[in-house]
């Protein structure tokens, strides 16, 4: 039985992306001399939706599984176009993911005093396509989404961006709408393959009737569409890039969330829909992506720019989600949609040590420039420990039951490639624990930096908020991973009389 | 087949137009002669509003004549304003005179009717979008080219002859001449006007030469055929006579071939486009918007008109990649299928290294040719459900096409008249000296770049839809891979508003009418992006005039 239970009549699942929608326009109505209003409003509602989301989460029922709280509303009829959405076990981690991000994100941007009112408009729009995307159960709306989530970013980083801001931000803007289009060929692909001219993708995914010839032609432009925002090897060189770039709320956001949106099209769309074609197709993704898992540890490793490591350990570790959606095991799918959660929380957690409290007082990235912060800043010392142990898969912490569930479900199906992927584990130990003694430890090379104003409350609560979550997970994981399994065992069932 | 008393209403647009146009010509008389900068701007004014209101006027009961947004009930009560909205919507695309083209050459269903509104909306933002601006010589005259030249484009929306076809042409082509030439005093101007029309006055040519083919292909079949000499320049009866034939001639096809191309300068598909960048940057910019919108709409109109009546049986299938043999050559869905991707290529590609605004709008205007081209290739699908598609792509595209691209002129007019340059550098910290502005720009951009939830997201995602079905798979993933080449150009447009730095934060003024054509466009561009069904509703009329 769920905790509490919602009223059916209120359309929950719109007022969580309409929380987000809102503000923004009201923002646009307050003149921009406002500043502590326009954080306040922000933050709030980010605040709102974070309630939202987690109502939502509380009261789905995870024992009946299925696709809850759903809203349908003909749109474009003409089409086959609905306003279609629901939440499952798999999404509703995520919708509650970005929930947290987004309001830790909100406190990390108060520092922001230059434009903000254009800067916390495009924050907002961005988070709305962002619940968008992970509530709509329309293909076209779930595309309407996806591309409001991915177009602020260019100007999020080009004006409010550090490190060659411009070359990042188009770059990201580039490769991710390049991924887009390809998407959109395989999203034709499935409306005219099913015959059924409609963009309902329950509907489309019970009638999967186009020959495998068909699926094995467009399943790669789907996947891959996808996959590039999910920063799969070789189309991940935007991300590093575009993360170093990105100001310490959006590269939170960017790393968060928004390179799960990737992952999730993947299983949801290209998985879900084209079960013939992955099953042709997976092996070579599953093999592309053991480039991801150690070869983005081992370069990682040899970063300078602390956001270039945190870059490079996302592009590892999102390597190990779609690894697992390769496998398309139930334990490994189950891991993939475990670990999008943790990896969300945990980056969350370094770029905002990183990002915020680190850059924002030292003005440097660079590893061998920055020690001995251990004792200016014993708070984010902590912090990045929490963070770190998790992204090393230590137990009692959320990563431990995400990585372990990938490991066992990839043997399942390749163990030659689990074993080079377990490979990642003593690298990404490596390369956490020496930024760790860089940064915190070592002797402090610039006496600059051992005199540096004190945290603010809204970094505290924000990162308190982040471990918190890690810790509380990595205790219980059974809150996440029962209704995670509820949603893929069916789903798997489903691909295998699809024929994978 | 002779002029009936009821079809007067038929054509009530196009005689309000004709009014219109004569009462601003002979308005400026009464004005008294301007000699100070205050009683220029009075006599501009003068003129400006009474085009604006005109216009505005001819739109509304255009509006109610097409029946489209209020539809009298047949037992609505008897009175006078019932009998007003009755008599105007009797000679509206519903009724049953709608069904045959006024003495078999000016068409007034549905397709005309959204054609007009399109085109009297497009001139009538236009004109609001000049009331505030510096004065131009001679108001009078000014304005009244523009009314003229949306006369001619109504009548090529509805035109089914082949001569009428040519006298809309040349009355559309000519105002706009004078226009993109109208200020004399400067270089660029001068030189728009003459290439305009030198180039218009050989595409003029060639789409005479390829009328006299058909007409004499036409004629020849009636001999052969031994049926009657009358009416051989109708679009229907030379489809009539080309049935009868059996296997089309070379001489028709070569024919059909002018005729597109003809056709094809007007629309600035490549290798015809040659001219548009220089005019269009040359041109005062809210002809420029002019140019770019209303007289593409009306000849898309057209040519879908013409090529889908009269030549049925050259159809044509659009998934030949490149059609090498002359064997290959199916018909004009290939062609025009190969001319979209040519103008798809050539277009992106050339708007990559432009460093004016307005030019780089001129290579995105012809890229979106390509994308509108698109929604005819799709007249080659076999089952009709999905031709019809092609049609509705193809309006939708239209009328979000427009709205975009007249906001996007419309800010750069609005840049430039207080900066007096189209340099993109102009448009450098936009968003720090007028953030309104920047707003509404990007709206427009984003549009033109295809992002969702606006009108140019739809527009391009239906188009494809389309023409996927049609057959042009590889078209539509040409289509998408230059989208995102051109969200490159785009984006660097939006680079300049936000990122780079002015030289100087003086704010920029929005004056009031200006302001109001560009929100009245930007409300367009979200509104029919987000519920692109109330369009499509209306645009199903068409299918049933054009499905046959």
């Known amino acids: 039985m769920p905790l509490i239970s919602l009223s059916p009549d209120i359309p929950w699942l719109s007022l969580v992306w309409l929380s987000m929608l809102v503000p923004a326009l009201l923002i646009t109505a307050i003149p921009g001399t406002q500043h502590t209003l326009i954080r306040w409003i922000g933050t709030g509602f980010a605040f709102v939706s974070l309630v939202l989301s987690l109502l939502v989460f509380f009261a789905y029922d995870p024992v009946q599984g299925g696709f809850q709280f759903v809203e349908r509303a003909a749109w474009v009829p003409q089409l086959g176009i609905s306003y279609y959405l629901g939440v499952d076990g798999i999404n509703l981690p995520m919708l509650v993911l970005n929930g947290f991000i987004i309001f830790t994100g909100a406190l990390m941007s108060w520092n922001i005093s230059e434009r903000m009112k254009e800067y916390w408009v495009l924050l907002l729009i961005l988070t709305t396509g962002v619940y968008g995307v992970f509530v709509s159960l329309d293909l076209f709306l779930f595309f309407v989404f996806y591309e409001l989530a991915v177009l602020p970013m260019y100007l999020l980083i080009g004006v409010w961006g550090s490190t060659r801001r411009e070359y990042g931000a188009m770059k990201l803007t580039l490769f991710l709408m390049a991924g887009s289009a390809f998407a959109l060929i395989g999203i034709l692909a499935v409306y005219f393959g099913s015959g059924l001219r409609t963009f309902d993708m329950v509907r489309l995914a019970e009638n999967v009737n186009f020959s495998r010839a068909y699926q094995f032609a467009f399943f790669p432009p789907l996947f891959a569409g996808f996959a590039v925002l999910a920063g799969m090897f070789p189309f991940h060189t935007w991300s590093p890039t575009g993360h170093v770039a990105a100001p310490t709320a959006v590269s939170m956001l960017h790393a968060g969330v928004l390179m799960k949106l990737g992952a999730y099209g993947c299983l949801r769309v290209a998985i879900w829909l084209m079960p013939h074609g992955a099953n042709d197709w997976l092996p070579v993704v599953a093999v592309l992506t053991v480039f991801n898992v150690v070869y983005g540890a081992t370069i990682a490793m040899v970063q300078r720019d602390a956001k270039f490591m945190i870059g490079y350990s996302s592009v590892s570790h999102m390597g190990l989600v779609v690894m697992a959606l390769a496998a398309a095991t139930e334990i490994s799918i189950t891991g993939a949609v475990l670990q999008m959660f943790a990896h969300g929380i945990m980056t969350g957690l370094f770029f905002a040590v990183v990002g915020r409290m680190v850059y924002e007082r030292t003005h440097t990235r660079q590893l061998p420039e920055l020690g001995g912060l251990g004792r200016v800043m014993p708070f984010a010392a902590v912090m990045f420990i929490i963070a770190g142990l998790s992204g090393m898969g230590m137990p009692g912490l959320a990563g431990f039951w995400a990585e372990f569930t990938i490991f066992i479900g990839v043997w399942e199906r390749y163990p030659l490639i689990a074993v080079i992927a377990v490979i990642s584990i003593p690298v990404t130990a490596a390369y956490i624990l020496r930024a760790m003694y860089r940064v915190f430890y070592a002797e402090a090379v610039n006496p600059a930096l051992l005199n540096l104003p004190p945290l603010t409350w809204q970094e505290i609560s924000g990162a308190v908020i982040l471990a918190a979550i890690l810790i509380a997970v990595g205790i219980y994981p059974t809150i996440l991973t029962e209704m995670i399994n509820q949603s893929v065992v069916p789903l798997v069932q489903q691909l295998e009389l699809g024929g994978l | ?548």
Request: charged share 10%.
């Open chain 2, 1 to 548: 087949m002779q002029f009936a008393l009821t079809d007067v209403p038929r054509i009530l647009p196009e005689i309000l137009l004709l009014v219109l146009a004569l009462l601003v010509l002979g308005s400026d008389v009464f004005e008294r002669w301007a000699n100070t900068d205050a009683a220029r701007t009075e006599q501009h004014r003068a003129s400006a509003s009474l085009a604006a209101l005109g216009l505005g006027m001819i739109l509304i009961i255009a509006l109610i004549q097409s029946g489209y947004v209020y539809r009298l009930p047949d037992d609505a009560p008897i009175n006078f304003l019932t009998n007003i909205v009755r008599n105007l919507q009797n000679g509206g695309p519903a009724s049953e005179l709608a069904t045959t083209p006024i003495l078999g050459a000016f068409a007034t269903d549905d397709l005309t009717m959204i054609g007009r509104l399109v085109v009297i909306a497009a001139a009538f933002l236009t004109v609001l979008l000049t009331y505030d601006a510096r004065p131009t010589a001679n108001p009078g005259e000014f304005y009244t080219l523009i009314i003229g030249s949306t006369l001619g484009m109504c009548l090529m929306a509805g035109s089914s002859e082949l001569i009428m076809t040519f006298l809309a042409i040349e009355l559309t082509s000519i105002p706009l001449y004078v226009l993109a030439g109208y200020f004399r005093n400067d270089r660029q101007s001068t030189e728009a006007g003459m290439k305009y029309f030198l180039f218009g006055a050989m595409s003029s040519g060639i789409l005479l030469y390829g009328m006299s083919l058909t007409y004499g292909y036409a004629a020849t079949a009636a001999v052969t055929q031994g049926s009657t000499g009358n009416n051989l320049t109708q679009f229907e009866r030379i489809r009539e006579l080309v049935a009868q034939a059996g296997e089309p001639t070379v001489l028709l096809t070569l024919g059909m071939l002018f005729l597109i191309a003809g056709i094809g300068y007007k629309v600035t598909v490549v290798p015809f486009h040659g001219w548009s960048p220089d005019v269009y940057q040359g041109a005062p910019t809210p002809i420029t918007a002019f140019i770019a919108t209303a007289s593409k709409v009306a000849s898309f109109i057209l040519l879908f008109r013409l090529l889908t009546t009269t030549f049925p049986v050259l159809t044509g299938a659009a998934d030949v990649i490149i059609p090498v043999e002359a064997s290959t050559f199916t018909g004009w869905t290939s062609l025009l299928a190969l001319l979209a991707f040519l103008t798809l290529i050539v277009g992106n590609l050339a708007a990559l290294p432009q460093t004016n605004a307005k030019r780089l709008l001129a290579y995105s205007s012809i890229a979106h040719a390509g994308f509108l081209l698109m929604g005819l290739v799709a007249w080659s699908a076999s089952l009709a459900m999905d031709r019809e598609a092609g049609i509705a792509s193809l309006l939708y595209y239209l009328v979000a096409y427009t709205v975009m691209n007249l906001g996007v002129f419309g800010v750069l007019y609005v840049v430039d008249q207080h900066t007096r340059s189209d340099e993109i550098s102009v448009l450098n910290g936009l968003a720090r000296r007028n953030l309104g502005l920047a707003v509404l720009f990007t709206i427009f951009v984003f549009s033109l770049a295809g992002i969702p939830p606006l009108s140019g997201f739809f527009a391009k995602f239906y188009v494809f839809m389309a023409a996927w079905q049609a057959g042009a798979e590889w078209l539509v993933i040409v289509g998408l891979i230059t989208t995102i080449i051109s969200l490159y150009y785009y984006l660097r447009l939006l680079r300049a508003v936000f990122i780079v730095p002015p030289d100087t934060d003086a704010p920029i003024p929005t004056p009031r009418w200006m302001a109001t054509s560009l929100v009245l466009s930007a409300l367009l561009v979200i509104v029919l992006g987000l519920f692109p069904n109330i369009i499509l509703t209306i645009i199903d009329n068409v299918q049933a005039v054009a499905g046959r």
